[in-house]
């Protein structure tokens, strides 16, 4: 009898837990502040808008935005005078044809930009253009004073990051610009070096997000981060090609589809104030494909492409 009063006793409190966190779930602010960014972007252009323009490039930057993009992503490396580039690789091979990096050599011997580039999110299409110079972080924030961004830090360099921190307080950009890194120990120095700043979740970050989501306690949870960015699955191994050899293989993809591109998990976080751009989407059926799970914004090579969508399909009235 005691055994059988136990079970049901386990029971019940395992009901209760489930109907708490499913009502919670749908009804965060009950026990969480909103958070309140200064920016609601849907179109953000991925290293500028690399399958248009080179990318990266001051002439890339500037097309995104007279085509209506709302917020620019790059990436930065240090050179070796100590000026803050705007690059996606630290090693030039694969954009200048140049095998050195960045960091062994002065700002003004970078080399130039390939004629051609091929669009890593777009494999076997290729972007070209007239400016073919490696931009100074500086010059754009000059450029695009109003500008958001999201900043890519892929290097664990104090002296980077204190570099990009600086800049960003001399321009004024705390609450404009994202910190971004996929490593937790990188973000753990950026937000230090610059608690005001937005941040996205790291990798550890996000897998610990699906943990709290699938087994209920999400909703309970307080969350520092400002920006979920994640790949849209879909696009793997048909216009990206990835280097992991797990993600070559369909059935990984197949599960990571299913575990992360959740509509309920995309809602709450929503309601939280928080913002899902998906990437990187270079065809309307990719575009639509994000948007429909819940994404805020879509991340894209092509932002013309992306401008055009939105104008053809509007998104409805948003509270926020």
């Known amino acids: 009898m005691e055994a059988v009063s136990g079970i049901l006793l386990f029971l019940i409190a395992v009901g209760v837990y489930v ?166 120990d990188i973000m753990v120095k950026c937000q230090k070096e610059n608690p005001r700043m937005p941040y996205m979740f790291t990798m550890r970050r996000g897998i610990l997000l699906l943990l709290l989501f699938y087994t209920g306690l999400l909703p309970f949870v307080s969350l520092g981060e400002s920006l979920l960015m994640f790949y849209l699955p879909r696009i793997i191994n048909r216009t990206y090609i990835p280097e992991e050899a797990i993600l070559k293989k369909s059935f990984a993809v197949y599960l990571l589809q299913k575990l992360t591109m959740r509509k309920w998990l995309f809602e709450h976080l929503i309601k939280r104030g928080l913002q899902v751009q998906l990437f990187v989407c270079n065809e309307e059926s990719d575009m639509a494909a994000a948007f429909s799970i819940g994404a805020t914004g879509v991340m894209t090579d092509y932002p013309t492409l992306l401008s055009n969508y939105i104008e053809k399909h509007p998104p409805p009235p948003t509270v926020y």
Request: aromatic letters at 10%; a negative charge.
């Open 19 to 184: 109907a708490c966190s499913l009502y919670l779930l749908r009804n965060p602010l009950i026990i969480h502040r909103r958070k309140r960014l200064e920016f609601y972007c849907r179109h953000i252009s991925h290293r500028g808008g690399c399958g248009e323009k080179i990318e990266n490039t001051i002439e890339a930057f500037t097309h995104a935005v007279d085509v209506g993009t709302e917020m620019l992503e790059m990436d930065c490396h240090l050179t070796l005078d100590g000026y803050v580039v705007v690059s996606h690789d630290e090693n030039l091979l694969r954009q200048s044809g140049y095998d050195n990096t960045i960091s062994s050599l002065r700002f003004q011997d970078l080399p130039l930009y390939e004629e051609k580039l091929e669009v890593t999110f777009y494999v076997g299409h290729y972007s070209s253009g007239k400016d073919r110079r490696f931009a100074l972080l500086e010059d754009v924030f000059q450029k695009f004073p109003n500008m958001p961004m999201v900043l890519e830090i892929k290097e664990n360099n104090d002296l980077l990051i204190k570099k990009v921190s600086f800049l960003i307080k001399k321009y004024g950009r705390d609450g404009i610009t994202v910190w971004a890194s996929e490593k937790s």
